[in-house]
Nanobody, 119 residues
Framework: VQLQESGPGLVKPSQTLSLTCTVS??????????WTWIRQPPGKELEWMGA??????YYRPSLKSRISISKDTSKNQFTLQLNSVTPEDTAVYYC?????????????RGKGTLVAVSS
């Protein structure tokens, strides 16, 4: 399974960050995976943001009011939207395929894309 992130590298404060992950070699209709977004701010640890699976959507509590993850099975893509961004949302964003919701359940990860939040 291969994953590739795409989207703008610069977003202005208060705007919406939107990234798309294209999956190849695996199907979003599969019950096997939680299709997940994670991020790593500069100098900080990796942070699980949320996931979408056949059972539903799951979000980090601290992001729940600003985050939405959706999928387009016809394109085999899933999308992250993060509203009302601030400079603290600057990070390398990764899409990934997890077997569950635990940090240790990661099976596949894209190469990542840097998103800077700045005016």
């Amino acid at each position: 399974v291969q994953l590739q992130e795409s989207g703008p590298g610069l977003v202005k404060p208060s705007q919406t960050l939107s990234l798309t992950c294209t999956v190849s070699g695996g199907s979003l209709t599969s019950n096997l995976y939680y299709w997940t977004w994670i991020r790593q701010p500069p100098g900080k640890e990796l942070e699980w943001m949320g996931a979408i699976a056949s059972s539903g959507s799951y979000y980090r509590p601290s992001l729940k009011s600003r985050i939405s993850i959706s999928k387009d099975t016809s394109k085999n893509q899933f999308t992250l939207q993060l509203n009302s961004v601030t400079p603290e949302d600057t990070a390398v964003y990764y899409c990934a395929g997890y077997r569950g919701l635990a940090e240790t359940d990661e099976d596949y990860r894209g190469k990542g894309t840097l998103v800077a939040v700045s005016s």
